[in-house]
């Protein structure tokens, strides 16, 4: 691997300055004109170029060449006009950098010594012989000085499947007039084709180094697991002519979620298997995290302090992503990473559902006595002569799981339901009884998995997603308790440190968090719906988001109200909500979160009516299916008042999000294109793609969210779920 001071020393340059202070900015070189003739080498710049994580005197260029195996040279030119003939001087007029072979011949260029809120265009030149061959040329921005008082705009977007689908969102937002953008994560997906998520047909992706990566559902796609694997879904991910536009016109400041590496994942460990398997691989998520690195236009630091990628480094320590910026006086976006960090999801995938978790004596030495979630538990080994036992090993076996899993305290709930599976192979006279309602009066209570929502062996269901909220928040607030909080470390204690320090101690109007997956609450509540009696409850939607970590959230919020206008922007769930994230005990207490929906990957409540159908046990509910097509009604239904906070909900387009902000307000507009478009590539004829729009805001010094209705804003009343 490249030593750190060659990769520093390689791509750092520095504008020259004025000897006149007052003009503020960088030496123009006025007039410039090129003696060389200029060839188009966009055959030798197949991702293009771009630019990202601006600051009021500097930015990071990007750009990969490509020809033949060797290292490259290239040259950089930044000037303030799209035609180079006010050229800004870059040491010696020219800044010459190198395009290693060991970093897949990208180059990052960090350009320092500029102008303050500036607009600076950019190009690479790769000499070869007698011939320049120069790139695209990029357009970019600084960020204002931190006391200017200036209006911001920007928009951020996440999630964007390439396989099977199409980038019209970026089509549009290459429109728009910005200062730069934020990607919230899933810039790539890690698989080739998985079925349950991804498309089958249309444009694809394939991994040529297919001995290195994870053959998954029988060889039938895979995901990658090599740092060749990884570079190659870059590669093809910004072969996109719509991407790449959107590159070359704005900065951009990123994150990543899970499929930068892995789905669901958490540190070093993938969820394939649903605990089948150990799946923790730390070469591969530091195959992912290199990848990422070299191909994103991310800052670096100086002198070996900051945001650098560091191969020989123990991970999570290789590379730092959390990390904030201040433009002007009234925007300080701060961006965390909020996989690199976490623990396992609170309910194991691999858990045998009728395992009791917390037993009748936990429970009361908690709450002082037996709470109604509470159900009968019997030891499997004593109780009934050890008849159930039998039953239940055979059960527990078949699934997958080891006989030594059928011990101490198990549901009676479960046993019953897996001697009645077995009963209906036993003619009358040898059927094992069921633990009757009589023996279950007497039994102790508590809490096992399956009254957490594990209803099957090895299944997302009832771990990270569909899980009962009733008993999950008694499980997890003891789990918190118990583990003094590391069941629910998100961030890691350095990161969640800074992450508070860093909003506490801004001076900007916003404090915007660039924020990975769902802050605010998304439960259901099918009491009111025709479902089975088991199933009139309340579930959480997603406890591989902030659901999950429900006690830490609490605490994060109960630090964040009191800092005042702090707006979260999010991703990760293909969905557009708008709403309010609150403390348990005080929901008044609030900040606001704007949800944006994906680029391109499939739109949640189409992942929702796809999960349904085919997880065996959600979709032999009758109804569900239904329930799924109509879960934004569900979710904001005005009889559960499951989800006052949730004020506007759309779970069925792809889009991005705009924001501006100044002084006095964070203004958001949600611009949303129906999902069946994305099958379509509208790159020759825009005018025929249509982009819709809903706007929101919230006033500095309040929490609350207001609707353009029309032009009048309505401001949401959580109280009565209605817009007044």
């Known amino acids: 691997m490249l030593k750190r001071r060659d990769f520093l020393r390689a791509t750092l340059v520095t504008a020259g300055t004025l000897a006149v202070p007052a003009c503020g900015g960088p030496e123009i070189i006025d007039p410039v004109l090129d003696p060389r003739a200029l060839t188009d080498g966009a055959e030798f710049f197949p991702q293009s170029i771009a630019s990202g994580d601006p600051r009021p005197d500097s930015v990071i260029l990007w750009a990969r060449v490509q020809d033949g195996e060797e290292d490259l040279d290239l040259e950089v030119e930044v000037a303030t006009d799209a035609e180079f003939t006010q050229r800004v001087a870059l040491d010696d007029g020219q800044a010459k950098v190198k395009a290693l072979a060991k970093h897949d011949h990208c180059v990052k260029v960090k350009v320092r010594g500029l102008a303050a809120g500036t607009v600076y265009y950019y190009r690479f030149i790769y000499v070869k012989g007698a011939e320049s061959y120069v790139s695209r040329v990029g357009r970019t921005r600084t960020a204002p000085a931190p006391d200017a008082d200036v209006p911001v705009r920007f928009a951020y977007v996440s999630c964007q499947d390439y396989v099977g689908r199409h980038y019209n969102a970026y089509l549009a937002l290459a429109e728009e007039e910005l200062d730069f953008f934020v990607h919230l994560g899933d810039y790539i997906y890690e698989t080739t084709g998985d079925p349950t998520f991804q498309n089958t047909s249309g444009r694809g992706v394939e991994l040529t180094d297919e001995e290195g990566a994870i053959a998954l559902a029988d060889g039938a796609f895979h995901a990658a697991r090599s740092l060749s694997n990884y570079r190659e879904l870059y590669r093809t991910y910004r072969s996109d002519a719509n991407l790449q536009k959107v590159h070359e016109s704005f900065p951009m400041i990123a994150t990543w979620d899970d499929h930068e590496f892995s789905n669901d994942s958490y540190g070093a460990t993938a969820t394939y298997s649903d605990g089948r398997l150990d799946e923790t691989d730390v070469d591969r998520r530091k195959a992912a995290n290199q990848a990422w690195f070299e191909y994103q236009p991310v800052d670096y630091g100086d002198h070996g302090e900051g945001f650098e990628y560091d191969p020989r480094a123990e991970f999570p320590g290789d590379i730092r992503v959390y990390r904030d910026f201040v433009f002007g006086r009234h925007v300080h976006l701060v961006m965390t990473d909020l996989r690199s960090y976490r623990p396992d999801h609170l309910i194991p995938e691999g858990a045998f559902p009728g395992k009791v978790v917390l037993d009748q004596s936990r429970l009361v030495e908690e709450f002082g006595e037996v709470p109604e979630i509470a159900q009968p538990y019997v030891n499997i080994e004593s109780f009934g002569d050890g008849i159930y036992a039998s039953a239940l090993t055979g059960a527990a076996q078949a699934a997958g799981y080891d006989a030594a899993e059928v011990t101490g305290n198990i549901s009676v709930a479960f046993i019953n339901q897996v001697v009645a599976g077995v009963n209906e192979g036993l003619p009358e006279d040898m059927q094992i009884p069921l633990i009757g309602p009589a023996e279950q009066q007497f039994a102790d209570r508590g809490i096992a998995y399956v009254d957490l929502g594990k209803m099957g062996a090895y299944s997302s269901i009832g771990s990270r997603y569909f899980a009962i909220k009733d008993t999950v928040d008694v499980y997890a607030a003891i789990r918190y308790k118990e583990t003094q909080g590391a069941s629910e470390d998100v961030m890691g204690a350095e990161q969640e440190s800074w992450f508070l320090e860093t909003m506490e101690g801004s001076r900007a109007t916003w ?211 209605k817009w007044i």
């Open 511 to 721: 404090k915007v968090w660039g924020n990975e997956y769902c802050l605010l609450p998304l439960a259901i509540d099918l009491a009111p719906y025709s479902v089975p009696e088991a199933f009139k409850r309340r579930f959480y939607m997603n406890l591989d988001a902030w659901d999950g970590f429900r006690n830490k959230r609490n605490e994060l919020l109960a630090r964040l109200v009191d800092v005042g206008n702090v707006v979260a922007i999010t991703g990760d769930i293909h969905a557009f909500y708008a709403g309010t994230a609150g403390l348990d005990a005080d929901p008044a207490k609030k900040i606001v979160e704007f949800v944006g929906g994906a680029v391109s990957s499939a739109p949640f409540r189409e992942m929702l009516t796809g999960q349904v159908a085919g997880d065996p046990v959600l979709g032999a509910i009758p109804g569900a299916a239904l329930l799924a097509a109509a879960i934004d009604s569900v979710l904001t239904s005005t009889e559960t008042k499951i989800n006052p906070h949730l004020a506007h909900a759309n779970s069925y387009a792809h889009g991005y999000v705009v924001v501006e902000a100044d002084g006095d307000a964070l203004l958001v507009d949600m611009r949303s294109i129906d999902p069946a478009e994305v099958k379509t590539d509208y790159t020759s004829k825009r005018g025929d793609l249509k982009v819709q729009s809903k706007r929101f805001r919230t006033l500095a010094g309040e929490s609350d969210i207001y609707r353009d209705d029309n032009g009048t804003w309505r401001r949401w009343d959580a109280s009565r779920q």
